[in-house]
C-alpha cells in the first residue's frame, strides 16, 4: 500500500521560504509523475505543480516563478521549493503521484508576519 509522508512545513513571514518533502513507498516511484497540491482553510484542495517521469515540470499560475518541483528517484522523494512566500500560500500541503494514490497527512505552511 502507498504511503506517502510529507515533511517541511512551518511557520514563515511573508517573502520567506521553506522547502517541503515527501518521502514516497511507491515501488513504481520513478515511473510515476508526482505533484504537490494545497488545501487552504474552507477550500477545496488545488494542484500546485507537476514533474514527470522524465523530469519536466509545470506549475499552477499562482505560483510560477516561485516555487519549484524537483524529484530524486534514488531517495523516493519529491521536494517543493518555495520562494517569496504570501499569505494566500497558507494551506496544508499534499504530494501524490499522478494518478492519485492514497493521500497522506500533508504539512502545514503559514505565512504570517
Known amino acids: 500500500q502507498v504511503q506517502l509522508v510529507e515533511s517541511g512545513g512551518g511557520l514563515v513571514q511573508p517573502g520567506g521560504s521553506l522547502r517541503l518533502s515527501c518521502a514516497a513507498s511507491?515501488?513504481?516511484?520513478?515511473?510515476?509523475?508526482m505533484a504537490w497540491y494545497r488545501q487552504a482553510p474552507g477550500k477545496y484542495r488545488e494542484w500546485v505543480a507537476l514533474?514527470?517521469?522524465?523530469?519536466?515540470?509545470n506549475y499552477a499560475d499562482s505560483v510560477k516563478g516561485r516555487f519549484t518541483i524537483s524529484r530524486d528517484n534514488a531517495k523516493n522523494t519529491v521536494y517543493l521549493q518555495m520562494n517569496s512566500l504570501k499569505p494566500d500560500d497558507t494551506a496544508v500541503y499534499y504530494c501524490?503521484?499522478?494518478?492519485?494514490?492514497?493521500w497522506g497527512q500533508g504539512t502545514q505552511v503559514t505565512v504570517s508576519s
Open positions: 511507491l515501488s513504481t516511484f520513478s515511473m510515476s509523475a
Open positions: 501524490n503521484s499522478v494518478p492519485n494514490s492514497r
Open positions: 514533474i514527470t517521469i522524465g523530469g519536466n515540470t
